[in-house]
């Protein structure tokens, strides 16, 4: 039996030791946290449960035929989440922010770049660049621009358009994978720690080794070894057997993130739904907020309404080093310019100074020139080009196909 060895139980890691399980390799998981998972980690809570990273995923196929395999039951979000998603452009909320005049101008604009086969990024293009060139200025300004803020957490001007948008226009090499049963955000019944605890009792129940250690750096690679940490916690893993990889990945830029969760027993919300991403020059300390009781009230205590805002990333970097009163005032006056005055109770508040990578043009560059690794070592990570997990998920599929058996 072939044998591989998995460093990194967050979410990319543990589906590698999944996918390997299920191409019969004998499989050792290393995660130097306590608990697998990564970033991702539900917190219990009285009033509710509460995420400390991603609070779902996008429905794919994949995802459904995991969490089915792992046991994990998937819930989609509710319908008002799936109806109302606001975006605060000019000065208020609005699910819509174009114009009539504008709305048919950015039609005709993508329509004609979708006959002439001229809407796939260039090499090397800004997000912002391919937005004008092919959505036009007012979906560019107002949409693009926000909604990027709020996932990606930087400017438009700065990200890739291959990295952020490429994917969608890559003539696929296999025949597509069957459509999800479920659509939209989806997430396991009692929340994103359930996944963790089955596929830990998954990778357990199918023979995986799971190892509670740091990983040293890698003098040699005996058997199959699959790095999936950070791009800095990599580079260090590969210093000394491959160290013109190592000097690359030790590049890649990071993004620090805040998240402040919270609960108020007032239900009134005059932009209930998904949650609002607030446009770069809005005048806003935080990204975006998710009114997470609004997308899967069934976690939440009846009467409980849960928020949970982001704030940092690449335009307000320095919230990471701020105290919890300066952090928390700040979020007040947010709070009050979308209508809610009732302060927020038992705050949490979970810094990262190194969150996740900046999807930008320096990282596509790198990642078209990253040099060969040697025999037997592989990377799977969110800096690879997906950042969200659906993505990663389908990347780490192919990853794992591709070794041999
Ligand atoms: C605030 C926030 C919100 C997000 N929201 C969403 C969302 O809604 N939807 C979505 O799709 N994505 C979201 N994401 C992105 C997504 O959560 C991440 O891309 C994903 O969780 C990364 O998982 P990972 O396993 O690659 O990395 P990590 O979660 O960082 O896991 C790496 C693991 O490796 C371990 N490790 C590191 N070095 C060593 C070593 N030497 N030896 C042993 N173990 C080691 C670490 O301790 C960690 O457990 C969000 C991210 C953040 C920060």
Redesign the pocket.
């Known amino acids: 039996m072939k044998k591989a060895q998995v ?7 543990t589906l590698a030791a999944y996918f390997l399980v299920k191409r019969g390799y004998q499989v050792r998981l ?4 306590p608990q ?5 980690r539900t917190l219990p809570h009285p009033f509710g449960d509460i995420e ?7 429905s794919n196929r994949l995802i459904e035929n995991v969490a089915a395999e792992i046991g994990a039951e998937l819930v989609p979000a509710s319908s008002l989440a799936k109806k109302n998603r606001w975006l605060w452009v000019e000065g208020h909320a609005q699910r819509w922010p174009l114009t009539v005049f504008e709305t048919l101008g950015f039609g005709l604009r993508v329509l004609w770049r979708l006959l002439t086969q001229s809407m796939a990024p260039r090499k090397l293009e800004s997000l912002e660049h391919w937005g004008l060139r092919t959505l036009g200025g007012p979906a560019t300004r107002k949409i693009l621009s926000t909604a990027m803020l709020g996932i990606y957490a930087s400017p438009i001007s700065e990200l890739s358009a291959n990295l952020v948008v490429g994917r969608f226009f890559k003539k696929a090499s296999k025949p597509k994978k069957p459509r999800a049963r479920l659509k939209g955000t989806v997430a396991p019944k009692r929340g994103m720690g359930e996944w963790f605890e089955k596929m830990h009792a998954y990778l357990l129940g199918h023979g995986v080794q799971i190892l509670q ?3 040293p750096v890698l003098h040699s690679a005996p058997e199959t070894t699959v790095i ?3 791009a800095p ?1 990599a580079s ?2 590969l210093q000394t057997l491959a160290p013109e990889v190592s000097k690359r990945l030790a590049e890649i830029e990071l993004l620090p ?1 805040v ?1 402040v969760n919270g609960f108020r027993k007032t239900p009134f919300n005059p932009h209930a739904g998904f949650g609002c991403l607030f446009h770069p020059k809005a005048g806003f300390h935080s990204l975006g907020v998710l009114w997470c009781s609004d997308i899967f009230p069934h976690r939440f205590q009846t009467g409980m309404s849960s928020e949970n805002w ?1 704030l940092g990333g690449k335009i307000h970097p320095q919230v990471a080093t701020q105290s919890d009163d300066e952090i928390l005032d700040q979020l007040e006056i947010d709070r009050g310019r979308v209508s809610l005055t009732e302060k927020l109770q038992e705050v949490r508040i979970t810094r ?1 100074p190194q ?2 990578p900046f999807y930008d043009l320096r990282l596509e560059r790198l990642l078209e020139k990253l040099p060969a690794l040697p025999p037997g070592i592989v990377l799977c ?2 800096y690879l080009g997906s ?4 993505q ?1 998920a389908l990347r780490v599929e192919r990853t794992i196909e591709e070794l041999p058996t």
């Open positions: 460093i990194g139980g967050g979410f990319t890691g290393i995660d130097n946290q697998l998972g990564g970033l991702i400390t990273a991603a609070n779902g995923f996008m250690e740091q990983a999936c940490t950070s916690e260090r893993l993130i998240t982001i990262w969150a996740f990570g969110n950042l969200g997990l659906s990663i």
